[in-house]
């Protein structure tokens, strides 16, 4: 069965420093990944995902992630944080059958300080 | 494209009354999905329509849940005899046919049972 895992919960970086958020992912075929980001009182906003074409994927607002197969791994990065940075990261994978299943990962809050 | 919409945002309810919430999805997405939200978690998949077809239901979805699209446009999520664990951000998402299509989501109708 297809499932992520967020290494933290939490995450605080300092303003101009950069962002890391890890995600772990276990599938029996070749996953869809996702990273969503959601502000508060607003809706999941996509901010970029994997479908098995280039392994370093390049998002929205200066994120990028790097599948790695070998590690399972999905991280999320960003070279620096932006106060608007803040808010509830999720992690995705993609159940690869005809409803398109979605997986979310427990989230990782990140805060920006000035 | 003016995005998912849900209404209304904010309900509050005391136990053992109905609700109904409504989305509107991306006018060309013939797929359409509900998720629940619980504090500190990701969304967990509720049930999903291709049209006005309803194709799954997770286990979550007990009977006293029921979500309708009847002309393959809007979606409604009744909620009977509600009960203080029904307390959660309730999530619409839409999304094109396909495997690996993106999913995109609504604000979210924010349910509190007193």
């Known amino acids: 069965a297809q499932s992520v895992t967020q290494l933290d919960s939490h995450v605080s970086v300092s303003e101009g420093t950069p962002v890391l958020l890890r995600c772990n992912y276990s599938?029996?075929?070749?996953?869809?990944l996702f990273w969503y980001v959601q502000h508060p009182n607003k809706g999941l906003q996509l901010l970029l995902k994997?479908?098995?074409?280039?392994?370093l994927v390049k998002g929205i607002n200066g994120f990028e992630a790097e599948f790695k197969k070998s590690e399972t791994s999905f991280h999320l990065t960003k070279p620096s944080a932006h106060m608007s940075d803040a808010a509830e990261y999720f992690c995705?994978?993609?159940?690869?059958?005809?409803?398109?299943?979605?997986?979310f990962g427990a989230g990782t809050r990140l805060t920006v300080k000035p | 494209d003016t995005g998912v919409s849900q209404d209304p945002r904010h309900k509050i309810t005391k136990r053992g009354q109905n609700v109904t919430f409504r989305c509107d999805p991306i006018?060309?997405?013939?797929?359409l999905y509900w998720y629940r939200q619980t504090l500190g978690q990701g969304p967990e998949f509720l049930t999903y329509?291709?049209?006005?077809?309803?194709?799954?239901k997770s286990r979550l979805l007990s009977d006293r849940f029921s979500a309708e699209r009847p002309k393959g446009s809007f979606s409604t999520l009744e909620i009977q005899r509600t009960e203080q664990g029904d307390s959660a951000m309730y999530l619409c998402?839409?999304?094109?046919?396909?495997?690996?299509?993106?999913?995109?989501f609504g604000p979210g109708t924010r349910l509190t049972v007193l």
């Open positions: 995705v994978v993609s159940v690869l059958n005809a409803n398109n299943d979605m997986r």
């Open positions: 994997y479908t098995s074409a280039a392994t």
């Open positions: 599938s029996s075929y070749s996953p869809s």
């Open positions: 998402a839409s999304s094109r046919t396909g495997i690996q299509n993106t999913q995109y």
């Open positions: 329509f291709q049209n006005e077809a309803q194709l799954e």
């Open positions: 006018s060309e997405h013939n797929r």
